[in-house]
């Protein structure tokens, strides 16, 4: 039990378009996702913290304007990013956090590759 | 200063040995501790998870907490070659109810 997937796991695309990334939690509801990058030989920092039905909230030198978040329903989150530029090259992952438990455990995808040309 | 850690090794030890991995962390605050295994280009996945000072087993895999010392360890007994991957330590205060602070993650190389 307890998996996330994010679609797609690689993708290529060319400077200035965007890109979208989804993160499912397949066999639980997840009221609280959370959206990480991961540079190379980095570890994990967090981008935004995605609340169903409410607005993300964005760490501190996230931009909320480039890096889109939706989490329409209880399984699924999006991240988009917007006007997709190389520095935006990176690892970037979701965890899901299991509704309706006290104890704090996130569950992460298996990451999205993307590369900016 | 960094909130967490780690050193971010390479750490190369021989099959059958003990790894010994740790993290330290500034903020008396955080009550959760997290040890993930990452294989290279994979999402992490959950090896330990304990809130109290004291050590916490699971097969080969030993989670210790000092809180007084602020500094987690994480050992992994008879080292197998399937155990090279980036071992990554998070924490979490009840304060950011989850948001997990990360250490750098230390590359783990078993050679047979």
């Known amino acids: 039990g307890a998996v996330v997937s994010q679609h797609p796991s690689r993708v290529i695309c060319k400077s200035g378009t965007s890109v979208k990334i989804e993160c499912r939690s397949l066999?639980?509801?997840?009221?609280?996702m959370f959206w990480y990058r991961q540079f190379p030989k980095q570890s994990l920092m967090l981008m935004a913290t995605?609340?169903?039905?409410?607005?993300?909230?964005?760490e501190q030198g996230v931009e909320k304007d480039k890096f889109l978040i939706n989490h329409a329903s209880l399984t699924l989150s999006t991240l988009t990013v917007t006007s997709a530029h190389p520095e935006d090259s990176s690892f970037y992952i979701c965890?899901?956090?299991?509704?309706?438990?006290?104890?704090?455990?996130?569950?992460f995808g298996p990451g999205t590759r993307l590369t900016v040309l | 200063q960094k909130e967490v850690e780690q050193d971010p090794g390479p750490l190369s030890v021989p099959e059958g040995a003990i790894v010994s991995l740790n993290c330290t962390y500034s903020?008396?605050?955080?009550?959760?501790f997290m040890w993930y295994r990452q294989y290279s280009r994979k999402g992490p996945e959950l090896l330990m998870y304990?809130?109290?000072?004291g050590n916490k087993e699971d097969g080969r895999f030993t989670a210790q907490v000092d809180k007084s010392s602020k500094y987690i360890s994480l050992f992994i007994r008879d080292s197998q070659p399937s155990d090279s991957a980036t071992y990554l330590c998070?924490?979490?205060?009840?304060?950011?109810?989850?948001?997990?602070?990360f250490g750098a993650g230390t590359q783990v190389v078993v050679t047979p």
């Open positions: 903020n008396s605050a955080f009550q959760y």
């Open positions: 965890s899901a956090r299991l509704a309706g438990v006290s104890y704090n455990e996130q569950f």
């Open positions: 304990t809130y109290s000072s």
């Open positions: 066999d639980f509801q997840a009221t609280t």
């Open positions: 995605s609340n169903e039905g409410s607005k993300a909230t964005y």
């Open positions: 998070a924490i979490a205060s009840t304060d950011s109810w989850g948001k997990f602070q």
